[in-house]
């Protein structure tokens, strides 16, 4: 089991900029990443990162950075330039030995 503890998010001006990171309990996760979920919308990939890679939506290219300190087991996601269309639950997501965690959640919202 990994236990996902968020923290982070909340409420800012568009143009802004807000920081998100998860800590994740046990040994490293081989995936870990963001997903956000709007009202209505399903749930999309932000953003991921692994030994071999990092991906972004193509919505938040230049403007989002994901990066990982592994010897804490956390991620982050620095958000910058921030658009209305940002706003939405942020869920942490964590992948080890095959098997998918995620975090319970922090709201974003960006006012414009």
């Known amino acids: 089991q990994v236990q996902l503890v968020e923290s982070g998010g909340g409420l800012v001006q568009a143009g802004g900029s807000l920081s998100l990171s998860c800590a994740a309990s046990g040994s490293k996760p081989s995936t870990m990443g963001w997903y956000r979920q709007a009202p209505g919308k399903q749930r999309e990939a932000v953003a991921t990162i692994s030994d071999r890679s990092t991906n972004y939506a193509d919505s938040v290219k230049g403007r989002f950075t994901i990066a990982r300190d592994n010897a804490k087991n956390t991620v982050y996601l620095q958000m910058n330039s921030l658009k209305p269309e940002d706003t939405g639950v942020y869920y942490c997501?964590?992948?080890?030995?095959?098997?998918?965690?995620w975090g319970q959640g922090t709201q974003v919202t960006v006012s414009s």
């Open positions: 997501y964590a992948t080890r030995q095959f098997s998918n965690y």
